[in-house]
């Protein structure tokens, strides 16, 4: 007696299947080698792509570690508020400008932007202020956030209250957390408040009534409220 199993029968619409897999693969196989040059060298472009990537990576890397060597003794000369020697620099230390030229695209190039901005708002030269923080990229965090309120203080400075209550309020929500955030609420509704945007004001301070309702200054929301619906009373 025979061991050998009986061979399975294999349906119509299972040969077909396999018939239409063979007849793609043999096709892709006939493609590539027909335009091998063109497969090869896409291939070789997608390496090139990747070293690029790879080695851009790594020059920025070091770029940063460069700009944060001559930042960390500048921001020490900022910190004791000799803005303008911090500002061009001391010695042969950078200053926070040169640092941002140099290095702009870098985080720390990036941190030189804000302290130079800052350093310029408080030496009352507003318009290169605003250039530095215009430069800050603005991701989610205390620096892009801070840079946005900056903005805002600069644009109230010429009276641009509309635009200085946005950017406070974008300020705000750009990095929500308990300290700052409120604070720029507030600040946004004063902004529209002076711009006679009543309504955008009301509905901005009662929003640290309702997201921060624990910090301080939703203890002056109702305040606020009431000074906002008596001048909009008196206008109407």
Do not use: C
């Not at 029968?9 to 040059?37: G, H, M």
């Not at 040169?98 to 318009?127: C, K, M, P, V």
């Not at 800050?136 to 840079?147: I, L, P, Q, R």
């Not at 109702?222 to 906002?228: G, T």
Request: proline residues 2%; charged residues 25%; negative net charge.
């Amino acid at each position: 007696m025979s061991t050998l199993k009986p061979t399975k029968k294999i349906s119509r619409r299972q040969e077909l299947r396999q018939d239409t897999v063979v007849t793609f693969s043999a096709k892709v196989w006939q493609f590539v080698d027909q335009n091998r040059a063109v497969a090869y060298g896409a291939l070789g472009a997608l390496v090139l792509v990747a070293a690029g990537i790879v080695g851009y990576s790594y020059l920025q890397s070091q770029r940063n570690a460069e700009a944060q060597q001559h930042l960390a003794p500048v921001v020490r000369v900022y910190e004791k508020g000799m803005y303008a020697e911090a500002l061009e620099g001391t010695g042969l230390e950078m200053g926070l400008l040169a640092i941002a030229e140099e290095y702009g695209s870098t985080d720390a190039g990036n941190l030189a932007h804000f302290y130079a901005a800052d350093a310029l708002y408080r030496q009352g030269e507003n318009d290169r202020a605003l250039a530095h923080f215009e430069a800050v990229e603005k991701t989610a965090n205390y620096v892009g956030a801070s840079a946005l309120a900056g903005e805002a203080a600069i644009y109230e400075t010429k009276s641009e209250h509309p635009r200085a209550a946005e950017l406070y309020k974008r300020a705000a929500l750009l990095f929500p957390n308990e300290v700052q955030s409120p604070f720029y609420l507030i600040e946004a509704g004063r902004a529209f408040e002076n711009a006679g945007d009543y309504a955008r004001a009301i509905e901005t301070y009662e929003l640290v009534s309702k997201e921060y309702a624990q910090s301080m200054q939703a203890r002056d929301v109702d305040m606020l409220v009431a000074r906002v619906e008596a001048k909009r009373n008196s206008s109407s």
